[in-house]
């Protein structure tokens, strides 16, 4: 998919990918399950860091019906450093005068059995009003 992940383990590198696949497919299930027990996932709708898989996935199937379903991302650059990796994004949405796009970056942070560690997502939710 991107040249950067062959720097990752293969165990990580599926990891990345499927993450990736979730918000590409807008797949619901599944997404808490690329985190290890303990994961924490902190974005701009999550009202802080969220701790565990139920709770990352609880928020998760929230955030694809209310922003993801009628709108698409696009994913424009990957960078691996070590176990961590940046993914920068768009967000493409209908807005009141056409469509908004909302640049993001989340990092990743992978645990050494290639589960999702931490992830913080980074965005501007005031420019889903276009």
């Known amino acids: 998919m991107y040249p950067s992940l062959h720097a990752l383990d293969a165990s990580s590198r599926r990891t990345v990918e499927a993450y990736m696949n979730h918000f590409l497919d807008r797949r619901e299930v599944g997404f ?20 565990g898989r139920a709770l990352i996935e609880s928020h998760f199937r929230h955030s694809v019906r209310r922003l993801f379903l ?10 691996v450093v070590g176990r961590q990796v ?10 009141a005068e056409g469509p908004v796009t909302i640049e993001g ?8 059995d290639g589960l999702l560690r ?7 939710p005031k420019e889903l009003m276009g």
Do not use: H, N
């Open 70 to 79: 009628d709108g698409f991302v696009q994913f424009r650059g990957v960078e």
């Open 86 to 95: 940046r993914l920068d994004w768009d967000l493409t949405r209908p807005g």
């Open 105 to 112: 970056s989340t990092f990743l942070d992978l645990a050494e």
């Open 32 to 51: 808490g399950e690329l985190f290890t027990e303990d994961g924490a996932f902190e974005g701009a709708y999550s009202g802080g860091v969220l701790q």
């Open 118 to 124: 931490k992830v913080k997502a980074e965005w501007d």
